[in-house]
């Protein structure tokens, strides 16, 4: 069945960068993309970018434009989401889901990152 | 860019109907999933193209869509229900979540 499974939990300081993968399972990787999503503690849902796993095209929004870098290992199925010059806001569990044409359906289990000095 | 609206808390009483609505420009032209969020679980997807309910979902979630407007509903609210509900649209490759809309079932 359709999996995606994250990496685990990450603390890191101001300023530093984090990659977060996403390895799925279950279906064929190329055929669809990967969206990242971020949810800080007690708040909403906020979409971040995907990737189509088949071109690597990305798409961001714009408020994190600049620091987040979106890539795929189609070796491995795996998606990764970088993040740069992290700051406390940037605290959240981020959450990968597949892509499909129509909008995305299966979700990876979250990985939470604090940032903090 | 594109938002969508929910209201921030629905209450329900088990057994009665729920309606959760989600506005935005963006659903004149393009279809809402609704995803169920539980405390410290990820998203599941309850319903995509407006109305579609993927396999295994309950048969009392259902949902419509008109003008700027999309409607979860649910009917016969179980406590199990009582969770956060987001609507999402995609637009020019760019996603927008609603705000999410804090469902009690009491």
């Known amino acids: 069945q359709v999996q995606l499974v994250q990496s685990g939990e990450e603390v890191k300081k101001p300023g530093a960068s984090v990659k977060v993968s996403c390895k799925a399972f279950?279906?064929?990787?190329?055929?669809?993309?990967i969206t990242w999503a971020r949810q800080a503690p007690g708040q909403g849902l906020e979409w971040i970018g995907w990737?189509?796993?088949?071109?690597?095209?990305?798409n961001h929004t714009h408020g994190l434009r600049g620091r987040v870098a979106m890539t795929t290992d189609t070796s491995t199925s795996t998606a990764y989401l970088e993040l740069r010059g992290l700051r406390p806001d940037d605290t959240a569990t981020y959450y990968c889901?597949?892509?499909?044409?129509?909008?995305?359906?299966?979700w990876g289990q979250g990985s939470l990152v604090t940032v903090s000095s | 860019s594109y938002e969508l609206t929910q209201p921030s808390s629905v209450s329900v009483s088990p057994g009665q109907t729920a309606r959760i609505t989600c506005s935005g420009n963006?659903?004149?032209?393009?279809?809402v999933r609704w995803f169920q969020q539980k405390p410290g679980q990820a998203p599941q997807l309850l319903i995509h193209?407006?109305?579609e309910r993927p396999s295994g979902i309950p048969e009392r979630f259902s949902g419509s869509s008109s003008g700027t407007t999309a409607t979860l509903t649910l009917t016969g609210a179980q406590v199990d229900d009582d969770a956060d509900y987001y609507c999402?649209?995609?637009?020019?490759?760019?996603?927008?979540f609603g705000g999410g809309t804090r469902l009690t079932v009491l």
């Open positions: 889901a597949r892509q499909k044409t129509t909008g995305i359906d299966y």
């Open positions: 279950g279906y064929s990787f190329k055929s669809y993309g």
């Open positions: 990737i189509n796993a088949y071109d690597g095209a990305t």
């Open positions: 963006i659903l004149t032209k393009k279809y």
């Open positions: 193209q407006d109305t």
């Open positions: 999402y649209s995609m637009a020019d490759n760019i996603g927008v």
